[in-house]
């Protein structure tokens, strides 16, 4: 005997809530439950014709339930490849900077500079691994920045100069 449109209404009113909470206790999120305890439901209306009992519907609309989170399970791909971004390669702008500042200094500044500046050393640790005094350290470190400031003003000042001729002329 097939189920009535009355009847199945009223066991859908009683277990429709019943079949989402037991998706949700399956791991389903509350949305995905409901989802799919609809559709279960639905699925059962369809063929209700197959339902030997009609006080087991709520059971078996659950089973169906059941089986189709489960069918959603295996389709869903286990691991999602996710996408490789070109991340654009980093330009260390200060890098290049020291690079050429160390070549335009002067070879006996230049490593005092480097063990200083770059290697975070001391100037009693530079003094000793040169055979230097301390002071001698600290006078190389002030005519190494004094000679940069120099060289670098000279080449920052020509393009200086260009621009104020052309917005002269």
């Known amino acids: 005997m097939i189920m009535t449109t009355e009847e199945y209404g009223s066991a859908y009113k ?9 998706l949700v206790s399956q791991g389903m999120s509350w949305d995905g439950a409901q989802e799919i305890a609809q559709a ?8 209700r014709g197959q ?4 006080s087991m519907v709520t059971t078996w609309i659950n089973a169906i339930a059941l089986n189709m989170h489960r ?46 500046y770059l290697d975070e050393c001391g100037t009693q640790e530079i003094a000793r691994a040169q ?25 920052a000042r020509p393009t200086t100069l260009r621009s104020a001729k052309h917005a002269s002329a």
């Open 14 to 22: 009683k277990g429709y809530s019943q079949t989402t909470r037991l």
């Open 40 to 47: 279960a439901w639905v699925r059962g209306w369809e063929r």
């Open 51 to 54: 339902l030997r009992e009609t």
């Open 71 to 116: 069918t959603d399970l295996r389709h869903e791909p286990f691991l999602q490849e996710v996408p490789e971004v070109a991340a654009p390669p980093e330009t260390h702008l200060a890098a290049i900077d020291v690079q050429l500042i160390m070549q335009v200094c002067r070879k006996k500044h230049r490593f005092v500079l480097q063990r200083y």
């Open 131 to 155: 055979g230097l005094t301390v002071m001698a350290v600290r006078l190389r470190l002030l005519r190494a920045r004094r000679g940069l400031a120099k060289t670098l003003n000279a080449i």
